[in-house]
């Protein structure tokens, strides 16, 4: 009997779809009201959240100096490798249709942006970014900010939702970025932590 890697993978897809195209159409039509429908879009763009990426620089930069200056360069470095491994590496080998692209599963949906992106749906690279930034603020700031930081992880939840709601990505696709991100948040935070000293206000 010959093992064939393909058909496994083929497998694997058709017992995820079902759950996935249920799961989205839910959210997307189910789920959904006016208010919704008008904020979300706008939370998954990055102009959105400047003012909150602005306030983090200031404050640490103001309240640590050097060290955090080298805590803006961690949380740069951990965007780029959360980019890195989703969209060039992740994504360019797993090629799965965006729900939005999907001739069966888009007219089940509604849209609420002007274009759908062609580039694969696996894995959500807002997800994996946005939890990676999440862990790393986490293990970086929580000895500063103390149970506020969990207040990162809801923010990189509601970008990942909104993904899932305005039809661009599946929630498998969220899960597993989620899980990514977090993974790639807590090796570059820990190393913060281990390299350069954990964040303190105390003099």
């Known amino acids: 009997m010959i093992f064939d890697p393909g058909k496994l993978t083929l497998t694997f897809w058709q017992l995820i779809q079902p759950v996935d195209t249920w799961l989205i159409t839910h959210i997307n039509q189910n789920w959904g ?18 003012p909150l990426y602005l306030f983090l620089l200031l404050f640490v930069t103001m309240n640590f100096k050097v060290k955090g200056w080298w805590w803006f360069a961690g949380a740069i470095i951990t965007a780029a490798l959360a980019d890195l491994l989703s969209s060039q590496i992740i994504k360019q080998t797993v090629m799965r249709t965006r729900p939005c692209q999907d001739m069966e599963v888009a007219p089940l949906l509604r849209f609420f942006i002007s274009y759908c992106p062609r580039s694969s749906s696996f894995t959500s690279s807002h ?65 913060y932590n281990k390299q350069i000293g954990p964040l303190s206000l105390d003099k």
């Open 127 to 191: 997800a994996t970014s946005h939890f990676a930034q999440a862990m790393f603020f986490f293990l970086t700031l929580r000895p500063v900010i103390g149970k506020i930081a969990w207040f990162f992880f809801f923010w990189a939840s509601i970008i990942g939702y909104t993904q899932i709601y305005v039809g661009v990505h599946y929630p498998f696709d969220v899960f597993c970025g989620s899980l990514l991100g977090c993974g790639i948040g807590y090796m570059t935070g820990k190393m």
């Open 33 to 50: 009201n006016k208010f919704l429908d008008t904020v979300l879009p706008y939370m998954r763009e990055t102009f959105f959240w400047i």
